[in-house]
Nanobody, 116 residues
Framework: QGKLVESGGGLVQSGGSLTLSCLAS????????ASWFRQGPGNQRELVAT???????NYGDFVKGRFTISRDNGKNTVYLRMNDLKPEDTGVYFC??????????WGQGTQVTVSS
C-alpha cells in the first residue's frame, strides 16, 4: 500500500519561507498526480498546488506567485516552496497523490504556523 510522509513544517515569521517535502513509497510515484492541500483552523481543506504526472501545474488563487510546487520522480518526492508567508497561510499541509480510476493516498500532514 502507498504511503506519504510530509516534512518541513514549522514556525516562521510573516514574510519568511519554508520548503515542505513529501516522500512517497509503495507506488510508482511518476504515474501519480501530486498535490498539496491545506486546512487552517476552522476552515475546510483547500487545494494549494497540483503537479500532474504529465507536467501540468496549477495553483490555488490565494498563492499569488508566492508558492512553487516541484517534484523529483527519481527521489519519489514532491516539494512545496513557500515564500512571503502570511498568517493566513497557517494550517496543516497535506500531501496527496492520485491516479484516477486506480489509487489515491494522503499523508498525515505537517503543521505550518506563521506569526504576525
Amino acid at each position: 500500500q502507498g504511503k506519504l510522509v510530509e516534512s518541513g513544517g514549522g514556525l516562521v515569521q510573516s514574510g519568511g519561507s519554508l520548503t515542505l517535502s513529501c516522500l512517497a513509497s509503495g507506488m510508482r510515484f511518476s504515474a501519480y498526480d501530486a498535490s498539496w492541500f491545506r486546512q487552517g483552523p476552522g476552515n475546510q481543506r483547500e487545494l494549494v498546488a497540483t503537479f500532474r504526472r504529465g507536467g501540468y501545474i496549477n495553483y490555488g488563487d490565494f498563492v499569488k506567485g508566492r508558492f512553487t510546487i516541484s517534484r523529483d520522480n527519481g527521489k519519489n518526492t514532491v516539494y512545496l516552496r513557500m515564500n512571503d508567508l502570511k498568517p493566513e497561510d497557517t494550517g496543516v499541509y497535506f500531501c496527496n497523490v492520485r491516479k484516477p480510476e486506480a489509487n489515491e493516498y494522503w499523508g498525515q500532514g505537517t503543521q505550518v504556523t506563521v506569526s504576525s
